[in-house]
């Protein structure tokens, strides 16, 4: 599987910003997909995750509320919809993908990576 993401940039601070991530290949409804992200300096983060059917979702504390993982099977992509940005969420976004239907939290548990977006956060 071959992930392409996309939708990222420049933002204030309050401000919303869509990512999107197309997948190649079949059976893309039975895979889990997941976001994490990596600021300057820092580790990779788990950011949000959903089901292959969409039906389960999870997302880290510090994006509960604010970020919305969706996706379109029949359109084999992902969304992370980030709303009420902040500048601690700049960062490049990967999405991954898992060979299961569950997500999980952890970037080792994923299969394939996307090449990343960056989205910076301005105060």
């Known amino acids: 599987v071959q992930l392409q993401a996309s939708g990222g940039g420049l933002a204030q601070a309050g401000g919303s910003l869509r990512l999107s991530c197309a997948a190649s290949?079949?059976?893309?409804?039975?895979?889990?997909m997941g976001w994490f992200r990596q600021a300057p300096g820092k580790e990779r983060e788990f950011v949000a995750a959903?089901?292959?059917?969409?039906?389960?979702?999870y997302y880290a504390d510090s994006v509960k509320g604010r970020f919305t993982v969706s996706r379109d099977n029949a359109k084999n992509t992902v969304y992370l919809q980030m709303n009420a940005l902040k500048p601690e969420d700049t960062a490049v976004y990967y999405c991954?993908?898992?060979?299961?239907?569950?997500?999980?939290?952890?970037?080792?548990?994923?299969?394939?990576w996307g090449q990343g977006t960056l989205v910076t956060v301005s105060s």
């Open positions: 991954a993908v898992r060979s299961t239907i569950l997500p999980s939290t952890k970037p080792t548990e994923y299969n394939s």
């Open positions: 290949g079949r059976t893309f409804s039975s895979k889990a």
């Open positions: 959903i089901s292959g059917s969409g039906s389960s979702t």
